[in-house]
């Protein structure tokens, strides 16, 4: 088992990444050491160029795609699920904590030998690192809180493998640090050679940046420094919190984001008209031209910021990509239920929504991204009908998912097998950043005027076949504005990057919304309701309750209850691997744990 000793000292081959055909190769040279390394502008090149094999995978779809969060309405035994119970225990090790301290050691290597480099010819490699080392370090924020800063390569005398944690505060502050480097010296995407897409831009940093600075600031001011510990006795303690940096970092969200939109070199993926309003499952399985029915390749994706780069010859998937969404990202009766009528207005409110009587009427006159994400994959876009959704058990609630996944899977004439997708993994794309916008102009000023409302917000509805919002709109509907806000980044990214569990905690309303009973289809007043060719109780392991749904309170399946969902705030941070914890008596568990 690994120490923090042994992952800071641990000495990895570097690889060799060129571009080929478009592509970022991964693939390993012979192993080159690190005394004879870094002496040549080749070198920093190849050692840049590695830590993008650090990045999340395909492989880490489970913690990417939110399993188990209140918006998936599949429960069964896994780590993310468990955490949605507050089910969490501090483990013996955790690889997320080792692969990133091995990841930094590298990238810190190279910083160190970069600073008695002779030559001017290795800026862009340099400011790549900074880039990947932040994201690290961000990395562990996320998960752990504070963490034990390290800037420097070590050796067995080094202060660091007996020092204590870093607070949260001091940790974002390193992070912000080196995002600014980053920012200076990386290329405008426009810049980037085609054959060289997907690699880290100057706009790429400054998203993540963005990103980082609205987290942190509404993590102040929703959560506070209450799972911070006290750094003596617990956590990692709150040394460097400062209130005053919420409106700050909010400020430079919006000069970040806005400089972001205003550049024109990123458009949202809009191919409506050829792709039957079917943009928003598209743009997620997006290949060669046969990989939908528009005939369209990644060549027309500018949505995407940063992004973990596939290709079918160079680097598939080599994981259940299809099958696990298939089945662990159908959606509960809350996801459903979020979506708004296209008039607009949420469906408790707009004379447009048809009910639940027959399986098909809940989708009608809908927002566009219900249909693209929750219609059977096989047939994709067709409406489910009255008897073709069969409540029997067999992991089955009453809907499907086909976010991410290959077009036609699972059918005779399917675009790939499983394990063979080869989509690009998005972390950050122009969506996201028009909604950091409007969000961080909310929380800074309280409001939006309509302009920019109409330069943000609006424009992700508009692609969802949605009306624009404005001040009088909500208004004359009695809807808020933050409300809104927040209903947009949950759909529009669902089983994204963590999107969910991560708003969900920088809200500081985790408790609540995770501790809620899991719903699945409503069943009363509905063709299920009596009908035992369509619905059999006896093969659910839960009694329905009546739940909160378009039409007032009805009798849904329950998928999990209540009862056995026990989110706590100190679940906000996971706890430290105890491997780490009895090695090191200066690095504190985190609260609660």
């Not at 990895?12 to 192993?31: M, N, R, Y």
Request: hydrophobic letters at 35%.
């Amino acid at each position: 088992m690994k120490n923090i000793s042994n992952i800071i000292l641990i000495s990895s081959a570097l690889f060799l990444v060129a571009c080929q055909d478009d592509f970022i190769d991964l693939s390993p040279p012979a192993s080159i050491t690190d005394d004879v390394y870094y002496t040549e502008a080749e070198h920093f090149l190849t050692g840049s160029n590695r830590f993008y094999t650090n990045l999340m995978g395909w492989g880490d779809q489970g913690v990417y795609s939110d399993h188990g969060s209140d918006l998936i309405g599949y429960t069964e035994a896994s780590t993310m699920q468990d955490y949605a119970r507050g089910d969490t225990q501090a483990p013996e090790s955790d690889i997320d904590y080792d692969d990133a301290y091995v990841a930094i050691r590298d990238m810190n290597l190279l910083l160190a030998r970069a600073q008695s480099y002779e030559g001017n010819d290795i800026g862009e490699y340099v400011a790549a690192t900074f880039f990947h080392r932040a994201y690290q370090y961000w990395s562990l924020v996320q998960k752990f809180g504070g963490v034990t800063l390290v800037l420097q390569p070590l050796d067995e005398n080094s202060e660091e493998l007996n020092a204590p944690r870093n607070s949260r505060y001091e940790v974002v502050a390193q992070i912000l640090q080196d995002l600014a480097n980053a920012i200076s010296g990386l290329p405008n995407e426009a810049d980037i050679a085609s054959g060289d897409k997907g690699k880290i831009s100057k706009e790429a940093a400054m998203a993540l940046k963005a990103e980082v600075l609205l987290h942190e600031a509404t993590w102040m001011k929703y959560v506070g420094n209450s799972t911070d510990g006290d750094g003596s006795s617990a956590g990692a303690g709150s040394n460097g919190y400062d209130a005053a940096n919420i409106n700050l970092y909010l400020a430079e969200v919006v000069t970040l984001t806005k400089s972001i939109m205003d550049a024109g070199t990123f458009e949202l993926w809009d191919y409506n008209n050829d792709l039957d309003n079917l943009s928003s499952n598209f743009l997620f399985n997006l290949e060669d031209g046969g990989s939908n029915p528009a005939g369209l390749d990644k060549s027309t994706n500018k949505e995407f910021i940063f992004y973990a780069k596939y290709d079918f010859i160079f680097r598939q998937a080599n994981t259940l990509v299809s099958h696990v969404y298939q089945g662990r990202t159908k959606p509960s009766r809350k996801m459903m239920d979020l979506f708004l009528c296209t008039d607009g207005l949420p469906i408790d409110q707009s004379p447009l929504f048809q009910g639940y009587s027959e399986t098909q009427d809940e989708f009608k006159d809908r927002d566009y991204r219900m249909r693209a994400y929750f219609t059977f994959h096989q047939s994709l876009g067709k409406i489910p009908q009255t008897g073709e959704v069969l409540l029997d058990g067999t992991n089955n609630n009453g809907y499907f998912n086909s976010k991410f996944m290959s077009w036609n899977w699972g059918s005779a004439d399917a675009y790939r097998a499983t394990r063979t997708e080869s989509y690009d993994m998005p972390f950050i794309r122009l969506a996201e950043v028009y909604l950091w916008y409007a969000e961080a102009l909310y929380e800074l000023n309280g409001s939006l005027t309509d302009a920019e409302m109409d330069e943000s917000i609006n424009l992700v509805k508009a692609r969802a076949g949605l009306p624009p919002i404005s001040n009088s709109f909500l208004a004359a509907n009695n809807m808020d504005l933050l409300t809104e806000i927040r209903r947009e980044r949950t759909i529009e990214l669902y089983a994204e990057s963590s999107t969910r569990y991560t708003d969900l905690r920088r809200w500081g309303i985790a408790e609540e919304e995770l501790g809620q009973t899991i719903y699945g289809a409503v069943i009363e007043g509905t063709a299920y309701e009596n009908n035992i060719d369509l619905y059999d109780p006896s093969k659910y392991g839960f009694a329905e309750e009546a739940a909160a749904t378009g039409v007032g309170l009805r009798r849904c399946l329950v998928v999990q209850p209540s009862s056995t969902r026990n989110f706590a705030r100190h679940h906000y941070l996971f706890p430290l691997p105890t491997s780490q914890t009895s090695l090191n008596p200066n690095l504190l568990q985190n609260p609660g744990y």
